[in-house]
């Protein structure tokens, strides 16, 4: 069983930064591949990164490219999503999920092990 515990939310203004972070209990976090969901009110929860259990590589919805970026730390069973440039529509619940899939597999919101979720709100 894999436990993931969120951390680092909290109110921005707009064109500012945050950094997400995520760490996990257990000791198979090497291998498994990692990202980060978000879920704004009133709507579906979205894809936003991924990255592979070796993080070599790294998925981005396009909404965030460019200003996203997500690191993985095996030494401290981590994950980060460093946020630049943020805008009011990236208001919402982040979420830390793990799949002992490829992270290819969490694109389609398919994810084994999920955190509990963290406020992120930025203002205008």
């Known amino acids: 069983q894999v436990q993931l515990v969120e951390s680092g939310g909290g109110l921005v203004q707009a064109g500012g930064s945050l950094r997400l972070s995520c760490a996990a209990s257990?000791?198979?976090?090497?291998?498994?591949?990692m990202g980060w969901f978000r879920q704004a009110p009133g709507e579906e929860r979205e894809f936003v990164a991924a990255?592979?259990?070796?993080?070599?590589?790294?998925y981005y919805a396009d909404s965030v490219k460019g200003r996203f970026t997500i690191s993985r730390y095996n030494a401290k069973n981590a994950v980060d999503l460093q946020m630049n440039s943020l805008k009011p529509e990236d208001t919402a619940v982040y979420y830390c999920?793990?799949?002992?899939?490829?992270?290819?597999?969490?694109?389609?919101?398919?994810?084994?092990?999920w955190g509990q979720g963290t406020q992120v709100t930025v203002s205008s």
């Open positions: 257990g000791r198979t976090f090497r291998t498994l591949a």
């Open positions: 999920a793990a799949t002992n899939s490829m992270a290819a597999t969490l694109r389609t919101g398919v994810g084994d092990y």
């Open positions: 990255i592979s259990a070796s993080g070599g590589s790294t």
